[in-house]
């Protein structure tokens, strides 16, 4: 069974940094895509970025210039570096995996920013 540990989440003022990391563990065959998604109070959960085997990146619109996603293929892990963070960036996020066409999540990490 696939497993998803991510690390990296805290308290940071606006315009800090705070750099994510997910592992993933167990039943790795191939990886299609790697990813971040985030869910702010009373919103739905949505996309951040995302990373496909061939290395390929996707960002919302919102991140686009702040927000860097990179991987590790030896070891199985996905980074979210997040640059000039803003209040609205206060969520929760979640690390995603696709292989083989099923779909794994992490249990979530809480990103706050705040003065």
């Known amino acids: 069974q696939v497993q998803l540990v991510e690390s990296g989440g805290g308290l940071v003022q606006p315009g800090g940094s705070l750099r994510l990391s997910c592992a993933a563990s167990?039943?790795?065959?191939?990886?299609?895509?790697m990813g971040w998604y985030r869910r702010a109070p009373g919103k739905q959960r949505e996309l951040v970025a995302a990373i496909t085997r061939g290395g390929t990146t996707n960002y919302a619109d919102s991140v686009k210039g702040r927000f860097t996603i990179s991987r590790d293929y030896a070891k199985n892990t996905v980074h979210l570096q997040m640059n000039s963070l803003k209040p609205e960036d206060t969520a929760v996020y979640y690390c995603?995996?696709?292989?083989?066409?099923?779909?794994?999540w992490g249990q979530g990490t809480q990103v706050t920013v705040s003065s």
């Open positions: 995603n995996l696709e292989q083989l066409g099923a779909v794994y």
């Open positions: 167990g039943g790795i065959f191939r990886i299609d895509a």
